[in-house]
């Protein structure tokens, strides 16, 4: 194991060599565990095409599942930005497929929450409004809120949230959870343009849920891909929770 400047630590796992916080704490929201390998005792055969293996026929382990497979079923190497791996890792074809997804999300959506856009805010119960650039922090850990005033919500401490598209109505049974976010379709290239967001997290030292509401304002092209990325960050974090 060797520490490189930026509080980061190289360190080697069976799988890989991968690039990780020095202390857990400041791990991603979106980060996931490696999985356990199943054991090679418990899988003689692969557990996509059922070959059984032999000296020839030898087993892998897809990174991302820890299942184990033949080459043929599990020799695409796909990047895994989300389990910090430096090179690409094999994988198995249908987590190569969802890997791929992701590093799209990577390359393109974080580029985009971490730029930010420029919204119309309201906290709490509040009706008064203030314009804040809302951006995702460089460390994926919070979203930066600043106009003339700056405060943050902590990724973590968000408990629903809600990405309204144009025409929606906003009301109390519309919060919806990350789990409704799963089948939804909202996307820059979608028909579906984003128009806003409310969430709910709880402020630091309390238990108590505060609300947050954003519509878009100025640039609501940038606004609404913000949201759009948003709404792709949002199924991740409940992806990670639910590891």
């Known amino acids: 194991m060797s520490v490189v400047p930026g509080g980061k630590k190289l360190v080697r796992s069976p799988s890989g060599l991968r690039m990780i916080p020095e202390n857990g704490a400041f791990n991603s929201p979106f980060a996931l565990d490696e999985p356990q390998w199943v054991p090679d005792k418990e899988c003689p055969r692969c557990m996509q095409c059922d070959t059984k293996f032999d000296f020839i026929t030898r087993k892998h382990h897809c990174r991302r599942c820890g299942r184990c497979f033949c080459d043929k079923c599990c020799s695409q190497k796909v990047a895994l930005p989300r389990m910090c791996f430096v090179d690409p890792v094999r994988q198995c074809a249908e987590c190569s497929l969802i890997s791929q997804k992701e590093v799209e999300f990577y390359d393109k959506q974080l580029k985009v929450l971490t730029a930010g856009g420029t919204f119309l805010v309201k906290v709490g119960s509040s009706e008064k409004t203030e314009t804040m650039v809302c951006r995702l922090s460089n460390n994926h850990r919070y979203l930066f809120l600043d106009g003339d005033s700056h405060f943050e919500v902590e990724l973590s401490r968000i408990s629903s949230t809600q990405v309204l598209t144009e025409g929606s109505t906003p009301g ?30 709880k402020p630091p030292g309390s238990q108590n849920l505060q609300q947050l509401h954003m519509e878009t304002a100025e640039d609501k092209r940038i606004a609404s891909a913000w949201l759009a990325a948003m709404h792709k960050a949002a199924k991740l974090l409940y992806e990670s929770r639910d590891q």
């Open 172 to 201: 109390e049974k519309d919060v919806c959870s990350y789990t409704c976010l799963l089948d939804s379709q909202i996307s820059e290239g979608s028909s579906l343009r984003a128009s806003g967001m409310m969430l709910q997290y």
